[in-house]
C-alpha cells in the first residue's frame, strides 16, 4: 500500500464516489493502479475517467480504500 492516502471529505449523493460506494473520512490509497498522495494527483486520475466509466472496485479503478 502506499505510504501517502487522500481522505474522502465529501460524497455527493449519486455521484462517482458514492456510486463507488465511498464514505466520509475513508482514506484512497490507490487509483488506476498509481499511488493518490495527494488531491491534485486525485483530480488528475479521476478527470479520464469521470465521465465515462463507473468508478468501481470492481471496474479496477480503486485500488485500495481504508474505512474512516
Known amino acids: ?3 501517502s492516502a487522500v481522505e474522502i471529505m465529501t460524497v455527493e449523493p449519486a ?5 463507488a460506494g465511498l464514505e466520509t473520512g ?3 490509497y490507490g487509483l488506476e493502479d498509481q ?3 495527494s488531491p ?4 488528475r486520475l479521476l478527470a479520464p475517467i469521470a ?10 479503478h480503486i485500488n ?3 474505512r474512516g
Not at 491534485?40 to 483530480?43: Q, W
Not at 465521465?51 to 479496477?60: E, F, I, Q, R, S
Open 64 to 66: 485500495t480504500v481504508q
Open 35 to 37: 499511488d493518490v498522495a
Open 26 to 28: 475513508d482514506l484512497l
Open 40 to 43: 491534485d494527483d486525485l483530480h
Open 1 to 3: 500500500r502506499a505510504a
Open 15 to 19: 455521484g462517482p464516489a458514492d456510486r
Open 51 to 60: 465521465g465515462n466509466d463507473a468508478l468501481t472496485p470492481a471496474g479496477g
